[in-house]
T-cell receptor, first 112, second 119 residues
């Protein structure tokens, strides 16, 4: 069974620090990796996606992918209280309809 | 970016009635739409996947006769909760995946969700 694993947290970091969110996946053939942010009571919103090994930066966010280790991470620099949310890792599966498999999410709390 | 809307944003109904929720992709063609359910403090649960013009594929344990899905066009999918009961009260979220210059072919964009309360 295809799985995406995340530490449920909560991960607590002080304002201004770097928050590091991690995700591992089981399907070695996965090609697309996504990070979503979900505020309490709201639906998920896409933060960024990554397809290639290495780092991808977008503002304060950096996604890191290591396909050999089946590991994807999200770094949030200069964390702000408004970053407090649940972060969902999603990975595509190459069989069937190519759907995304979501992790259960990591709850991040940024303390002022 | 790609925008997905849902209507209504919240609904309260009596037990035994049916409720229809609409999901629209506003600026791209959604070849595939997904319906999720999320109970408080729990993770997303995929209910079904629908492709335009064909029958939906339901996840194990989801009653297809209770949760009717219609994906009649490339921009609209509907979820009808038939004979709703209090245990169906939940946050229903759709997402869309499609083609076009805005949406990449495997990225899912979520609607804002519909909060259903069945009395």
């Amino acid at each position: 069974q295809k799985e995406v694993e995340q530490n449920s947290g909560p991960l607590s970091v002080p304002e201004g620090a770097i928050a590091s969110l991690n995700c591992t996946y089981s399907d070695r053939g996965s090609q697309s990796f996504f990070w979503y942010r979900q505020y309490s009571g709201k639906s998920p919103e896409l933060i960024m996606f990554i397809y290639s090994n290495g780092d991808k930066e977008d503002g304060r966010f950096t996604a890191q992918l290591n396909k050999a280790s089946q590991y994807v991470s999200l770094l949030i620099r200069d964390s702000q209280p408004s970053d407090s949310a649940t972060y969902l890792c999603a990975v595509n599966i190459i069989t069937g309809q190519g759907n995304l498999i979501f992790g259960k999410g990591t709850k991040l709390s940024v303390k002022p | 970016g790609a925008v997905v809307s849902q209507h209504p944003s919240w609904v309260i109904c009596k037990s035994g009635t049916s409720v229809k929720i609409e999901c629209r992709s506003l600026d791209f063609q959604a070849t595939t739409m997904f319906w999720y359910r999320q109970f408080p403090k729990q993770s997303l649960m995929l209910m079904a996947t629908s492709n335009e013009g064909s029958k939906a594929t339901y996840e194990q344990g989801v009653e297809k006769d209770k949760f009717l899905i219609n994906h009649a066009s490339l921009t609209l999918s509907t979820l009808t909760v038939t004979s709703a009961h209090p245990e169906d009260s939940s946050f229903y979220i759709c997402s869309a995946r499609g083609s076009g210059r805005i949406s990449s072919t495997d990225t899912q964009y979520f609607g804002p969700g519909t909060r259903l309360t069945v009395l």
